[in-house]
């Protein structure tokens, strides 16, 4: 992208009218550092300006190209740029994914978490890495690295008997990440993967914010755009031609009012259940046709989750009892006879 395209596109997007009081301003690849000079340059501009939002900038990262130029431009514009890393887990996992650049991203490591330590790094799971994935979240929480985690929505999982088999696996990585975290109150249980149950669950119907009034899941084409290096506007980089290899619709996206396939109707999870407009665009070249390829995975990390809170709240009544009222009580109760209840009638 030149110079001038970005100038552009910010200056749109920052006085654009709408209620809404920041915008956030992301550098996105491949590795966004190796155009380091363009986003110093435009970040340097942003700021000879005079703006009536609030300003973010994000960059994500592989963590493998800092230098000491970058770092010291980073800490001057440390209070509005952050730094997003992306890290697959342990050295195993992460080289099967990223290259074999794990001991790279290692010594930069220490920078990133000094400066930007709110900032969650994102561990993606691969087909390779699903065999990792316990001992690579437990080594990440061991760093006191602030991460999340998850599996995409592609369809990484080969034939019908890879598939079970990966979901084995991954059954068994799961449970031995609820037996780490379940006695752990100094952790949270990593996102989203162990916190996936729907915060719904053993609320009152009456007592719900209705959800399937709005069923979006993300902001693409909403919230958010994406500006192409040739200046052109999408819901998402998704939506790319040279991403997606196909042409973005010509309406606007992700206005769906009902849920489909008729299976996800049907689901109890669904209005806790991810899913991606571009992807979805990509293979059913419809936002609102959800693709399928992640359903069993995510039900095991829902079954995961329901038994990781319940031992968790279980071990905290026993404990503390005495000290919530009875309505928190009864809320408690709700929640763990509704836990149980999802785990013995089945997903």
Not at 303 to 316: D, I, M, P, T, V
Request: glycine letters at 6%.
């Amino acid at each position: 992208m030149d110079f001038k395209t970005a100038q552009y596109a910010i200056e749109k997007a920052m006085t654009a009218e709408g209620d809404f009081d920041s915008v956030q301003i992301e550098f996105f690849g491949g590795e966004p550092l190796l155009e380091f000079p363009f986003i110093r340059d435009t970040v340097d501009w942003f700021h000879t300006r005079q703006w009536s939002r609030a300003h973010m900038f994000m960059i994500g990262t592989n963590g493998t190209l800092f230098n000491e130029d970058i770092k010291q431009w980073l800490l001057k514009y440390k209070s509005c740029v952050n730094v997003g890393l992306s890290i697959d887990g342990n050295k195993t996992a992460h080289d099967l994914n990223r290259n074999n650049s794990y001991d790279i991203v290692r010594t930069n490591l220490p920078f990133i978490q000094e400066h930007w330590p709110h900032q969650p790094a994102k561990m993606t799971i691969s087909a390779e890495s699903i065999p990792f994935v316990a001992d690579s979240i437990i080594e990440l929480e061991e760093m006191g690295l602030n991460f999340t985690a998850n599996i995409g929505f592609e369809d990484i999982w080969g034939t019908t008997e890879e598939k079970e088999e990966l979901l084995r696996i991954y059954y068994e990585q799961l449970s031995k990440l609820v037996d780490f975290y379940k006695d752990r109150d100094d952790l949270y249980p990593v996102s989203p993967i162990l916190e996936s149950v729907p915060t719904y669950l053993g609320i009152p119907q009456d007592k719900r914010l209705n959800k399937k009034e709005n069923v979006r899941f993300c902001g693409a084409g909403h919230e958010m755009i994406v500006v192409d290096v040739d200046g052109k506007t999408y819901p998402c980089h998704r939506f790319l031609p040279w991403v997606a290899g196909i042409e973005a619709p010509k309406e606007k996206v992700n206005c769906q009012e009902a849920w489909k396939p008729d299976t996800c109707k049907t689901c109890n999870l669904v209005e806790s259940c991810p899913t991606c407009a571009g992807y979805n665009w990509e293979q059913n070249r419809d936002t609102g046709i959800r693709t399928t390829f992640h359903c069993q995975a995510f039900k095991m990390e829902v079954f995961a989750s329901s038994k990781l809170e319940a031992l968790k709240l279980e071990r905290l009544l026993r404990k503390d009892i005495g000290s919530f009222s009875v309505e928190d009580l009864r809320q408690k109760r709700l929640r763990l006879e509704a836990l149980y209840y999802l785990m013995e009638e089945g997903i």
